[in-house]
């Protein structure tokens, strides 16, 4: 087995925000852009770029999470990945990656996740900044607009905007003097670079790139969905498994309780007289089953991955919405379906009258591929048993395209 040299530039990619102003009801970097988070399509332009070690600063109970996102970003090169667990604060964060770097680093870049669509192109420009004998390289664009001083909602007087720069990320400088500047830091700064230059030391500017915006706002998901989906350069995702070669087969499971009144929707149906089951979305735990069984095998994560409660958007969407979505993200991938098979364990409702109206339902949400359902009541052993939910297995098969 090969063994990755072991580089002398660390990347810490703080992604422990909360995204409050993208109200989604997560952790920003875990939000989903389509079929990965905004943390997955951050690392993927990571690994990209000149080889490094690259440390994640994950939210605190979501360790595993962005360790899966760095390990499938990272493919051949995962034992170049590190996660640790962000502070309180930015700064806090950016220390705790600080204390997991190897020995061997000497130049450190500090990178938000939220900037999700930075080209490798820019890490570059400031790892060259630096070994050029830099303290500090930042990306930076000018500023076009024009700037105005106001008070009280009056203007008051014009900036000259020849002098400013929008600062980016990722902002890169030499270990010893990111460290020093951490260890005698008395205040929180908005930026690295910021803390540096109080420290004492120059930052330079390198050329910052348009598609390194940073994702705030609802507006600026949409326009990294856009870019996403309208880009033919965007970088291979190197985690993600080749639509070559053979078939593949993957298992998906899911349960639900009943909930206290609303309606039933399983399988693509709706059944009158029988309770809701909770969830998110409408609850259709066969749905569900389907689509984690059609993303396991495509080796394209788990329904969390692209329809997790951090994804407003998909909240009380009915069962055929995700697999039509997941038909589209199988089909980015270079997969389509086979067939699906589907087993049912639940005392309620009777299936068997339905089952060729469900079965049609659910092939028609997926593209016509062939779909069978079975059911079972497992003699009224468990919680399905006794009547309490509904617990489904889904096996699938994804062809290449």
């Known amino acids: 087995m090969s063994i990755t040299p072991v580089p002398h530039v660390a990347v810490i990619v703080v992604a422990a925000g909360d995204g409050t102003r993208l109200n989604a009801g997560g952790p920003k970097a875990l939000v989903g852009i389509d079929a990965h988070s905004i943390l997955r399509h951050c690392l993927e332009r990571v690994f990209q770029a000149p080889s490094a070690q690259v440390v994640v600063v ?63 192109e820019v890490f570059g420009r400031v790892i060259d900044e630096l070994e050029s004998g830099a303290d ?96 033919p350069s965007s970088p291979p995702r190197t985690g993600v498994p080749s639509a070559s070669g053979a078939p593949r087969v993957g298992v998906g499971t899911d349960v639900h309780g009943f909930a206290e009144g609303g309606e039933l929707r399983l399988a693509g149906l709706t059944w009158p007289g029988e309770p809701a089951l909770a969830g998110h979305s409408d609850g259709d735990a066969v749905a569900h089953a389907i689509v984690d069984a059609l993303l396991s095998a495509a080796g394209l994560g788990d329904i969390g991955t692209s329809f997790g409660t951090d994804r407003p958007e998909y909240d009380g969407a009915h069962g055929e919405v995700f697999l039509r979505r997941t038909v589209a993200i199988l089909g980015e991938a270079g997969w389509h379906v086979g067939n699906v098979a589907v087993q049912i364990q639940a005392n309620r409702p009777r299936f068997s009258p339905r089952r060729l109206e469900a079965e049609r339902a659910l092939s028609a949400a997926l593209g016509g591929a062939a779909v069978s359902v079975s059911a079972t009541t497992t003699d009224g052993l468990g919680f399905t048993g006794r009547g309490e939910g509904v617990a489904v297995t889904a096996v699938a098969l994804v062809l290449p395209a």
């Not at 024009?146 to 980016?168: H, M, N, P």
């Not at 400088?173 to 260890?183: E, I, K, P």
């Open 136 to 231: 500090g390289a930042v990306p930076v664009l000018p500023v076009i607009d024009t700037i105005k001083r106001v008070d009280r909602g009056a203007i008051i007087g014009a900036v000259d905007r020849s002098e400013l720069s929008a600062a980016q990320t990722p902002q890169g400088f030499r270990r010893g003097v990111l460290d020093a500047a951490y260890a005698s830091a008395a205040s929180e700064h908005t930026d690295d670079a910021a803390l540096v230059a109080e420290a004492g030391h120059e930052v330079t500017a390198v050329p910052g790139d348009a598609s390194a915006f940073k994702i705030t706002t609802p507006a600026d998901l949409e326009r990294a969905r856009h870019l996403l989906a309208s880009s």
């Open 58 to 120: 994950a939210p605190a109970g979501r360790e595993g999470d962005a360790l899966t996102d760095a390990v499938e970003a990272a493919g051949p090169r995962r034992d170049l990945v590190t996660v640790v667990t962000g502070g309180p604060s930015r700064q806090a964060s950016v220390a705790a990656g600080l204390a997991a770097l190897w020995g061997d680093v000497r130049f450190v870049l500090v990178h938000d996740a939220a900037r999700a669509l930075t080209p490798p």
